[in-house]
């Protein structure tokens, strides 16, 4: 098996669903040790209303704040043509959109149906185009609707070709509310490798259900190379209070050594990154791995 | 893929190594409660010395006060001819004993080396078998030693051909400290299977390091159909203190639902046993299942 890419969520998908906002240095700091650790492709922020998302304000200082670094890309979530604007004023190279699989949570989520997002997007993709920024396409709730249950495969695989169609360089499949399991992963992924090359397709998998590894090793089998994961577990899972969200890089990076695939990432500066973030929001890590590991290290209990 | 059989270790394996010391009352109710939602093989004492393991003093009491039920067997696990005799006059019909595939850790748990532990087991399978008792083997450290790191697939494999051939029905591999993931346990069940029929292999997977579901459903992809895991996780890492140790049951049953494998467990009666045994243990649940799903339910925030 060749190289995975990990692009490292932490610090916006993590951090926009933790209830403490945190200030645009210290998430400065977590940017750069988690690009110390090695990881290449970091969300560093998100150009949203602070009125609705209150812990991405001053995503622009964020971006100010990053250096140029060689082989590092910062990138912002936008969700229309202003958040665009707004991120490349702030410098920001690279943005990502977001579609749903699921109407009703495109009506919930993004208060328009999917077709209507699309449309939008078409206009955020033309601008990109114009100032040289790559966008990546999210895709929610690929195996369940937290509103609905059951999402088809087909009606990712339609969003997913939508995206890519409108010059999307990659489609990240994301399992929003972590009910998905290895079967419905490959089943999913067979359907949306029929409309975009599976090296266009990265996988988004939460943990809310303990099966986020377990979907990840079925990906991997099914010739996904690239996996969005997020230092210490930040970020809840909005739709079960209280529940785990995103798989946790440690974990990822665990797994990718067990299975002896290339990744760049050191787990130790990962771990510690995730320790930095974990005090600030005073909580304890969301990371198994780094909660063997640190027991094993002989640092303090952190459960 | 056919059914799939559960060893619900919870009251032993799982309370063993919780810090609080629970009376027998209890553990015969959190026993009746597993049983009543589906499981039918389930630990439910150890017979060994209440100074070495005081959470599972008054496993005879257990015994005596367990009902007979249809289709569900109660089992005990015995270190030696003391401890098989008094499973035996406790009532007790199956049992178990336990072996390590590593030397360091025989020598520190079992305070001998692997071959004399296996030869007084012989002393144990003889008795049972007068006793009409069945015995079913573990093997401890199967990817990982706490000591000395790696293990050997031939190891492992070499002492569950012993256990088998003196007569123990099924051999457990258990991944003790949790480091395994699922090409060492493709590779692992590949040298078993070679000296033990793949149906009288059992996976015991500790989610220490997150991998144990992902393991799991390795094994499954390898034809091994029973699963040891515990309810709410029950049961730390004593090599990794703060860690966590057996994978939840509800993980299993998770799992075992989305891949439409039979298993005949009820989730949501087996999350509530979860509940009260962690209410009597005054933490919260070890399974993400459990807490997601309880979070849907409205109850009290389990974190």
Redesign the interface.
Known sequence: MDAVRLVEVGARDGLQNEKLTLSPQIRVQLLQRLADAGLQTLEAGAFVSPRWVPQMAGSDEVFKALPVRPGVTWTALVPNLTGLQAAIAAGCQEVAVFAAASEAFSQKNLNCSIEQSLRQYQQVMVRARDAGIRVRGYVSCVMGCPFTGAVKPEAVAAVSAALFGMGCYEISLGDTI?T?????TRALLAACRQVVPVSALAGHFH?????A??N???ALEADVRVFDSSVAGLGG?PY?????GNV?SE?LV??L????VNHGVDLGALIDAGEFISAELGRPTG???A??LL??RGLS???
């Open positions: 972590g998905g399991t290895p079967a419905a943990d809310t259900y303990g099966m590894i377990a990840i090793h079925a899972c079960s209070p209280g529940a785990t946790a974990e665990y797994l050594d067990g299975l002896g990371s198994r791995v909660r063997a027991a094993q209990a952190v459960h």
